[in-house]
C-alpha cells in the first residue's frame, strides 16, 4: 500500500488491521503459568526450571518453543507462540551489547566467516553450529551443563565424527567447555536487571531517518515509522529512494522486543521482506538488514537515528568518493542537519538540490587537480572527520565477499530454492605511505565492475565445474546456481555443484584492473533454523 492510498484510508484503518498479528506479553505469561508448568516446576514469579536459567534473543526463544512441540508434545496455538515468544524475549533477553558482535546471524548477513575466538569452542561446538548460536543466549553453568548432556543424548553419533572421536568429547565438554561458556556467557542475571532498569523509562521513537544500501542497486534514504497500535505490535511504514531515482513505499507489522529488539515483515511487488533492526537506547540509533523471506542472502544493510534527535549526526553518506574532474550528486543523511555546508577545498557546490535537518542533497564538481585523500565536512558547527574522498585515479580494486557460497536449487514454486551470490567491485587509494593494503588506503565505494567466472583449480576443470554450476551476470555481478541434480550428463550423475573463481574488471580510464573471489557452488540446506 503507498501512501497515497494510506491517506485516503487514514491510520484508523491501518490500525485496525493489526489484530491479525496481535501480541500481548502478559498473555504469553499466563500461557505459561498454565502450560510450561506441565514439565517445568515453579512459576513465572518465583522462577520456573531451566526456563528461568536463560536468556535468549526472540529468535532463541521460538526455536526453543518450537523444540517443545516438536520433541516434547507441548500444545500451543500460533497466537499463544507469539505471546510467549514476547514475554520471554522482554524479560529474558539479551542488551544490545550482547546481541551486536552476532547480530550478523539473526541479520541473515550472507557470506560471514566467523574469526573463531576460541580453538577449543571451535573444535567441540563450531563444527556443527555458529559461534554466534552459542554466543545468543546466556545460561547458568548448570544450563550449560544440561545442554552438553542434552547433545549427547539427542545426536549420539556425532561422537564418532572428526574433530570428536579423537578426544573424550563428554569429559572435554563437562571439565573444559562447560566451564569457558559459563564464564563467558553466564546468565548474569544482574547485568540484564540491571539494563531493564535502565530502558524502564526509554520511550521508542516512532520516526527515524534511515540509512541504507543494497548490492547491485546502491545508497538509500528513508523514512522509517512505526504507529502503535492498541495492542503491542506496530504498523511500519517506509518510504525509500535509491540514488539512481528508483522509489519504494511499505506497509508492514513489527513487534518490539525488548523495547529494543525489532522485528518487522512487509510486502513489496508481491515479495515478503523481513525487517531485523538493533536499537541502542543509549543513542536512539539502529543496525539492521532487511531482506527477502525466501531468500536471505538477497538484502540491504541499514542504519538509523531517531528523527527528531537533537544530536548532529550522519548515519549515511554517498557517493563515497569524488573523482577529479567529475560532478556527482552528494547526498548527506543524518539528524540536526542545520546550518552552513563546508566542502574540502576539492569540491565546488554547484547547486542545493535540498537542506533540511535530515537530509541535504548537492551538486558538487571536484577539481581537475585534486589529491587522493580522506576529507571533513563541516555542517554548521559540527565537523564530521574523514566523511568524504577525493582521488585521481583508483589504485587497486578488492571482490566482495572473497569468498561466497551459492547453492543449487529450484527457481521458484518449491520448498528448497536457489541461493544467489552477489559480487561487487570496491576500489581503493593507496595513502600517504604509497603502498597497498595498508591501514592508510582509502575506501572509495563500489565501482562499477565487468564480470566473469572461471573454473577455480584443475579438479574444476576436469569436473567441467564452469558449464554446470551457474552463470554469472556481466553487469550486475550476481551468480544464479543451476538447478539441483541429479545431472545424467555428468560424471556419476552429480549434482551441478561446483568450485569457481569470479573475476571483477574495473576500467579507470586507460588502467584495467582486475580482482578475483572464490566461488563455491554447493548444495541446499535442508534445515535453516533462525539461528544456524
Known sequence: MNYKKLSKLGLGALIASLPLFAVDAQKGKEVINS????????????????????????EGWYMTVKRMQREHGLKITRDEETNVIKYLSDNQGLTPDEIKPYSYVLDKTPNVQEEGKNELLTEMCVRCHSEARIGLQRRTSDEWNSLVNYHVAQFPSFEVQALARDKDWFGVAQNEVVPYLAENFGKDKAKFDEYKKSIKNYKLPTKWITYGYTPSIGDFTAILTLIESSDESYAMLMDYKYANGQEYKARGIAVAYNKTEIRASFELNGVVYRQILHLDPKTNSFEGRMFESLHTEQGSILTGKALNSKESSIVGIYPKA?????????????????????????????KTVKHTKNEIVLEVEASKNVKTSSNNIQIGSKVFKNS????????????????????IGAEKDAKILKEYATFEAIAYANGKDGEKGTADDINLGVVPATWSIEAFDEQAIEDKDLDYAGQIDAKTGKFTPSVSGPNPKRKLMANNVGNLSVIG???????????????????PKFVNPPIN
Do not use: F, M, W
Open 35 to 58: 502450560k510450561c508448568i506441565a514439565c517445568h516446576t515453579g512459576n513465572t514469579e518465583d522462577g520456573l526450571s531451566r526456563i528461568s536459567d536463560q536468556r535468549k534473543t526472540p
Open 322 to 350: 569524488i573523482k577529479a574532474g567529475t560532478k556527482e550528486t552528494l547526498t548527506i543523511v543524518g539528524t540536526n542537519l542545520a546550518g552552513q555546508v563546508k566542502l574540502p577545498s576539492g569540491l565546488k557546490v554547484l
Open 388 to 407: 568524504i574522498a577525493t582521488y585521481d585515479k583508483v589504485d587497486y580494486i578488492k571482490i566482495t565477499p572473497d569468498y561466497a557460497i551459492s547453492r
Open 505 to 523: 574488471t574495473y576500467k579507470d580510464g586507460d588502467v584495467e584492473l582486475s580482482e578475483k573471489s572464490h566461488l563455491i557452488v554447493t548444495v
